[in-house]
């Protein structure tokens, strides 16, 4: 069984802004953890599947993404999940919101399921430091990032799969909506 999971990933533009970010966290307060992945939006949760039908899973994703349509997507401000996670906000929209529940139901339909989604509301949001960054030097950058100033805007027009490899995240592919 191999480790995916479903992200938006944003524009070259966007993944050189936060990957800056996340190599500041590295090396001033270190905080490692979050270059382990492409900057993305989680949609759904790490989930296990045989690596020997991969395929079957693209086509369930290819499937899904061909009847949505493309969603905007505002990253504004950064936010925090005390006492470790730091991160720039993802706007909550109501086109958003819906493509992650229609996922997340679809997924439940294939077989793959997260209790943790039915408990925790879903907060889109991009982490540039977690796990490793310490409360100690989680409040410092906290204070440092609370108010500093981050906006983008990108037109989301597909969903990726990524591939846990044994170190980090990897996008596998890349399904494009109607």
């Known amino acids: 069984m191999s480790r995916f999971l479903i992200a938006l990933i944003p524009p070259q533009h966007i993944l050189d802004y936060v990957n800056q970010v996340k190599q500041y966290f590295a090396d001033n307060y270190n905080s490692r953890s979050a270059l382990k992945s492409p900057p993305h939006i989680t949609l759904q949760p790490p989930f296990e599947w045989d690596e020997g039908n991969v395929t079957q899973l693209e086509e369930?994703?290819?499937?899904?993404?061909?009847?949505?349509?493309?969603?905007?997507?505002?990253?504004?401000q950064y936010g925090a999940f005390p006492p470790r996670v730091i991160y720039i906000d993802v706007i909550n929209t109501p086109e958003l919101i819906a493509l992650q529940l229609d996922l997340i139901t679809y997924m439940e339909s294939i077989g793959i399921y997260d209790p943790n989604t039915k408990t925790r509301t879903f907060t889109p949001h991009m982490t540039v430091a977690y796990r490793d960054l310490t409360k100690q030097n989680f409040k410092v950058a906290w204070q440092e990032f609370e108010h500093r100033q981050v906006n983008f805007e990108f037109g989301a027009d597909n969903i990726c799969l990524l591939l846990h490899d044994g170190k980090r995240w990897n996008v596998l592919s890349k399904f494009q909506f109607s």
């Not at 369930?60 to 504004?76: D, E, H, I, P, Q």
């Open 60 to 76: 369930y994703l290819k499937n899904f993404a061909s009847s949505r349509t493309g969603v905007l997507v505002t990253l504004n």
